[in-house]
Nanobody, 126 residues
Framework: QVQLVESGGGLVQAGESLRLSCEAS????????TGWFRQAPGKEREFVGC????????SYADSVKGRFTISKNYAKNTVYLQMNSLKPEDTAVYYC???????????????????WGQGTQVTVSS
């Protein structure tokens, strides 16, 4: 069974940066697309971005485009979410997830992902 563990969340001020990590057991992230989602209190979980297994393709939500960057380290089987110029509206629990299908396609729909981490809290103060 795949296990995903997020880390790197915390409390920062607006304009600062954070880097989240998503470490997977086994080598599944080297075959599947990894997605990042977030959920703010009282809101639905929303797509943030994703990266294909080979790192060749990425996709981002319009709200984070130009500020967030996803990358991966194959040797460590870890995917990163670099978040710059953070805003208070970025405050949420951030989750990483593995796509159901393997290949080099990007996905944005929650239903396209089958394994999820436990989430890490990101709080941005104004």
């Amino acid at each position: 069974q795949v296990q995903l563990v997020e880390s790197g969340g915390g409390l920062v001020q607006a304009g600062e940066s954070l880097r989240l990590s998503c470490e997977a057991s086994g080598r599944m992230l080297n075959m599947h697309t990894t997605g990042w989602f977030r959920q703010a209190p009282g809101k639905e979980r929303e797509f943030v971005g994703c990266i294909t297994w080979n790192g060749a393709n990425t996709s981002y939500a319009d709200s984070v485009k130009g500020r967030f960057t996803i990358s991966k380290n194959y040797a460590k089987n870890t995917v990163y979410l670099q978040m710059n110029s953070l805003k208070p509206e970025d405050t949420a629990v951030y989750y990483c997830a593995k796509s159901r299908l393997y290949g080099d396609q990007t996905y944005q729909w929650i239903g396209d992902f089958d394994y999820w981490g436990q989430g890490t809290q990101v709080t941005v103060s104004s």
